[in-house]
């Protein structure tokens, strides 16, 4: 498959770990020059040696907090100084605190707002003059089995995630036209930190063992085992692709059957 991402430039939010790495790495391996930001410098620049290491390709690593607007403002604009431009923006944020709706504070609301959809909203409109000024773009926004399947336990990410999948909806019809496709992915359950620290809170929650809770969710999935990082990178890299041209305005699941519903 020719991807067509050789020289490309790629900015890769939260990808210290988990599936931003995955994601940054999968379009460093097809010739993309990547940067990628996350909170902690010293993890995100160790992230950046291990995928310059593995591909060859340009990483420049950028420490910053999305949930701060001059943060975003700053990550998107050193990205496009740096390597003249941008082509592919992927959001990304780590997962917002888990709990049911009485363990949930409005400080947790509202924290989980600016971590999720804000700065989802903000990435977009830095990256879109960007991306006109190149003839086109793609933005690929990181959401959540949850946007279209509530899960127990995570009131803040099934009420923000699917906000995610709207305001992305939306700017795919709004600028189609100019050549930027925005498309959603879906992660399901995938072997990352997120999902064991997950699986710990509802053990916690329900007097259970990590081990029955995880045994649980893998016996829900029609394909009978958890997601690699790696496999749902590929799906970024497809949607960031010449494949993908005309592809915009979709959910894609990447879930091993895990979702029920027809649409």
């Known amino acids: 498959m020719k991807t067509g991402l050789t020289g490309k430039v790629a900015l890769v939010c939260a990808a210290s770990r988990g599936l931003g790495k995955a994601a940054a790495l999968g379009l460093a391996a097809e010739g993309a020059r990547v940067a990628i930001c996350a909170r902690n410098l010293a993890t995100l620049e160790e992230a950046a040696a291990q995928i310059q290491t593995q591909t060859g390709a340009e990483v420049l690593a950028i420490a910053a907090d999305l949930g701060r607007r001059a943060d975003v403002l700053r990550v998107v604009d050193q990205t496009a100084q740096h390597f003249g431009g941008l082509d592919i923006l992927v959001t990304n944020?780590?997962?917002?605190?888990?709990g049911l709706f009485g363990a949930i504070t409005e400080s947790?609301?509202?924290?989980?707002?600016?971590?999720?959809l804000m700065s989802t909203v903000l990435l977009c409109?830095?990256?879109?003059?960007?991306?006109r000024r190149r003839g086109g773009g793609r933005i690929i926004n990181i959401t959540s089995i949850s946007a279209?399947?509530?899960?127990?336990?995570?009131?803040?990410?099934n009420a923000l995630r699917p906000a995610v999948t709207g305001f992305s909806k939306t700017?795919?019809?709004?600028?189609?036209?100019?050549?930027?496709?925005?498309n959603?992915?879906?992660?399901?359950?995938?072997r990352t930190g997120r999902v064991i620290e997950l699986a710990e809170a509802t053990a916690l929650r329900e007097g259970a063992s990590v081990e029955a809770v995880e045994k649980r969710t893998v016996q829900s999935?029609?394909?009978?085992?958890?997601?690699?990082?790696?496999?749902?990178?590929?799906?970024?890299?497809?949607?960031?692709?010449?494949?993908a041209s005309y592809i915009t305005g979709i959910t894609l699941p990447v879930d091993g059957g895990y979702l029920r519903g027809l649409l």
Request: charged share 20%.
């Open 93 to 98: 944020s780590g997962g917002p605190k888990a």
């Open 171 to 182: 700017l795919a019809s709004e600028f189609a036209r100019d050549g930027i496709l925005v």
């Open 125 to 131: 409109m830095e990256a879109v003059p960007h991306m």
């Open 184 to 190: 959603c992915i879906a992660p399901g359950y995938t």
């Open 148 to 157: 279209k399947q509530p899960i127990a336990g995570l009131m803040l990410s």
């Open 221 to 243: 999935i029609p394909l009978g085992r958890m997601a690699e990082p790696s496999e749902f990178a590929d799906a970024v890299v497809f949607l960031a692709s010449d494949c």
């Open 108 to 116: 947790d609301w509202r924290q989980a707002i600016d971590d999720v």
